[in-house]
């Protein structure tokens, strides 16, 4: 692969890998809620001319996520910061970034055996065998996406996990 190609080089998309599933909880309880909710999610994430770009957005809201022990929504954010043309360098500095604010007992204990980690390792193992950007997200969306209850946002009963994955 030539230095041009390399999966670290931004490549940004216009389009989020995830989209926001977990605005159908608030639908379910209350319509006005929900539109409410809706518009100030239009006002943080679908500015017309934002002051901050789309990337950067993801990574503070995974950071904040992770700050807030959050880290279903930190490992989404991840993977539309991934989509969105983050490098793997940027989050190697971020996640020693978490160990500094967080401590390395929190990052041992917590964010290590996370989805969020697991995550993050996949996306540098993967560029480390040269995988297109492109086949990084589509491993990261199938692993790490809806289907996976660690990170989806809606409720998986038991039985239907057991169900669709046919197994435990």
Not at 29 to 54: C, K, M, Y
Request: hydrophobic content about 40%; proline content about 4%; glycine content about 6%.
């Amino acid at each position: 692969m030539s230095d041009d190609a390399r999966p670290t080089e931004r490549t940004p998309t216009n389009q989020s890998p995830l989209k926001p599933t977990a605005m159908m909880n608030f639908k379910k309880t209350n319509a006005e809620l929900a539109q409410i909710v809706g518009e100030f999610w239009h006002l943080v994430w679908a500015r017309q001319s934002p002051a901050i770009d789309q990337n950067t957005k993801y990574l503070l809201s995974l950071a904040n996520a992770v700050g807030a022990r959050r880290f279903r929504q930190a490992t989404r954010e991840l993977i539309k910061a991934y989509a969105a043309g983050t490098t793997v360098d940027e989050l190697d500095e971020l996640f020693c970034l978490f160990v500094w604010n967080q401590g390395a007992g929190e990052f041992a204990s917590e964010i290590g055996p996370s989805s969020l980690f697991a995550a993050y390792q996949m996306a540098k193992q993967m560029e480390e065998r040269k995988v297109s950007r492109d086949g990084v997200v589509d491993a990261l969306k199938e692993h790490f996406g809806e289907a996976n209850p660690a990170v989806g946002t809606q409720y998986q009963s038991e039985t239907h996990r057991i169900t669709d994955e046919g197994h435990r």
